[in-house]
């Protein structure tokens, strides 16, 4: 089955960090740019940061808010996409989806169910 | 950043119902749009790429029309399962921004 599952996901106090992990599955995903998006509780969708293949060297691209903070990454041996969050703050408490993005669409063309993060004193 | 101001952000409607949602761009940029159909506590689902293409297994009742800084998402022919809220994504330069939603409601 083609599907992305996130875990890591929990409370931490401001200040502290929390590593997500995007496990892929049913697809290659050395072939795709993989995404983190974002949904703080009763809110819109915020882009967070984007990871490119090997064919585009592995480079990244960060929202405003998260940059200099968060930290994606990916192992392709492993089908695994990560975020290292760091300096937390309580206006990252979200719940935090990875997503695939389509080769020839540019679509975020599979999500995963995501995972909660709570930054909370 | 490209600002996305979806209009309006909620509306009711009746099954069978013709709803158009519209999105508006702060810039100008080639129709590098997309539209999110989600539920209530699951993840996005991908409806329209390319402003107007239809993504793999999505109902034709489902349509992407505009170009510039206007578009829109039409739904012909309102059913149960299409109530939920409707965000579009502007994905023609970083940071990738989303509009406000548009929440669609009996």
């Known amino acids: 089955e083609v599907q992305l599952v996130e875990s890591g996901g929990g409370l931490v106090q401001p200040g502290g960090s929390l590593r997500l992990s995007c496990a892929a599955s049913g697809f290659i995903l050395s072939d795709h740019y993989m995404d983190w998006v974002r949904q703080a509780p009763g809110k819109g969708l915020e882009w967070v940061a984007r990871?490119?293949?090997?064919?585009?060297?592995?480079?990244?691209d960060y929202a405003a808010s998260v940059k200099g903070r968060f930290t994606i990454s990916r192992d392709d041996s492993k089908n695994s996409l990560y975020l290292q969050m760091n300096s937390l703050k309580t206006e990252d408490t979200a719940v935090y989806y990875c997503a695939r993005v389509g080769i020839t669409t540019w679509l975020f063309d599979l999500w995963g169910r995501g995972t909660l993060v709570t930054v909370s004193s | 950043d490209v600002q996305m101001t979806q209009s309006p952000s909620s509306l009711s409607a009746s099954l069978g119902d013709r709803v158009t949602i519209t999105c508006r761009a702060s810039?100008?940029?080639?129709?590098?749009l997309a539209w999110f159909q989600q539920k209530p506590g699951k993840a996005p689902k991908s409806l329209i790429y390319g402003a107007s293409s239809l993504q793999s297994g999505v109902p034709s009742r489902f349509s992407g029309s505009g170009s510039g800084t206007d578009f829109t998402l039409t739904i012909s022919g309102l059913q149960p399962e299409d109530f939920a809220t409707y965000y579009c994504?502007?994905?023609?330069?970083?940071?990738?921004?989303f509009g406000g939603g548009t929440k669609v409601e009996i």
């Open positions: 810039q100008d940029f080639n129709n590098n």
């Open positions: 990871s490119r293949t090997k064919a585009r060297s592995y480079t990244t």
């Open positions: 994504q502007q994905y023609n330069a970083y940071p990738l921004t």
